[in-house]
């Protein structure tokens, strides 16, 4: 039995001393599994341009490979150095191991001389960051052939109405090494038309030299033409595109057509309002007159562009300077084909008479009386009947406007004796 026991231990321990040893196994496992980080090569290393004629480039493709064991990914590219440049690398990019992504460089150099630059990757691997630089050279070759370069390439005219023009700017640039000497610029199509630039005229190295083309639609309908620029420039005659479309002018209307004011008291005024209305396609007013002082315009500042379907209001004020019939005519300039639109108006000036009505009580044994007026009361008094007043009532029609007036009355007998003043009475005239 003491043995038996002894057995049964021991196996115990194997087994325990298996599952130990089966554990160490798969550790070891676990520790072999790292994977080497991306690495980027770039193929070439370096790139020598060579001589590079000014105006002209070279381009160069590199190869960008991931020659490590997991992804990369390259989020930045610094490039240093003047006349080169990089394209078709869209950043951030991702390599996988194994594979490549090409990118290309290109030297145009902007003058003689010696030229150096370089490209610095930032790359990102199992969350390792390094970098890695791609150097270039170049030399300028300043003594090549002179190169005519446009900006822009072509002219696009935007629509422009039948009767206006609109013009667009360009420029020429010597791009070669050469000095260019322009001799002619042939505008085809009648539409177009070049202005200041004189001919003949030199370009040097980088040398630029900015026109107008101007482009005045005689119809409504689509236009082209090109402009040939003859130079001894390599690539002489250049030629530039021209295109626009002419559309037809829209057309302005005024309503009402007559404005009528009526009657208008000299020294007041009276208004009235109007609306102009687009058809066809926008009209721009550039300017408006009256041929009659007495109105005047308002409510709209000009110029004004009136949009189809969106009226635009105005205000005219009529304020006679003197009584009687006044009459104009309101023009309103525009690119419309029916420019100008006119608009008349007629309104009357008043002129309104204030006066002043006296009655007094009768007095005993009076054959007539006497009106005396004043401007400050107590007088002194002026008399302003011409002969005796035989009623007790009488009408001032000299008064003036804006005035204050005092009245008094004296009675007269059948002797020619005249009493004293009466009672003072005040009136007050209005302003208008």
Known sequence: MKSHSVLRRVAISFMIAGVLSLLTSCQGVSGNSTVAPGTLSISPSSIAFGNTNVGAQQTSTVTLANSGGSDLSITQAVLSGAGFSMSNLALPLTIHAGSSAPATITFAPTGGGNFSGSITFSVTSNQTNSQVVLPFTGTGDATGPGVLAANPTTLAFPNVQVGNNTSLSETLTNTGGATVTLSQANVTGAVFSVSGLSLPLDLTANQSVT??????????????????????????????????????????????????????????????????????????????????????????????????????????????????????????????????????????????????????????????????????????????????????????????????????????????????????????????
């Open 211 to 432: 026109f107008t083309v101007t482009f005045t639609p005689t119809a409504a309908q689509t236009a082209s033409g090109s402009l040939s620029v003859v130079s001894t420039a390599s690539n002489s005659p250049l030629s530039i595109a021209l295109s626009g479309t002419g559309t037809a002018a829209g057309q302005l209307a005024v309503s009402p057509t007559i404005l009528s004011f009526g009657d208008v008291a000299v020294g007041s005024n009276s208004q009235l309002s109007g609306t102009l209305t687009a058809s066809g396609t926008s009209v721009t007013v550039t300017s408006a007159s009256f041929n009659n002082s007495e109105f005047a315009l308002s409510g709209i500042s000009l110029p004004a562009t009136i949009t189809v379907g969106q009226p635009a209001t105005f205000t005219v004020t009529f304020t006679p300077s003197s009584s009687g019939l006044a009459s104009a005519s309101l023009s309103f300039a525009s690119n419309a084909s029916n420019s100008p639109a006119v608009q008349s108006m007629t309104g009357t000036g008043t002129t309104v008479q204030h006066y002043v009505n006296l009655t007094w009580d009768a007095s005993t044994d009076a054959v007539g009386y006497n009106i005396y007026r004043g401007s400050v009361s107590g007088g002194p008094y002026t008399m302003i009947n011409t002969s005796l007043e035989t009623t007790t009532a009488y009408t001032d029609n000299s008064v003036s406007d804006g005035q204050t007036y005092y009245y008094v009355t004296t009675s007269v007998d059948s002797n020619e004796n005249e009493s004293g003043y009466s009672n003072v009475a005040q009136a007050i005239i209005p302003s208008s």
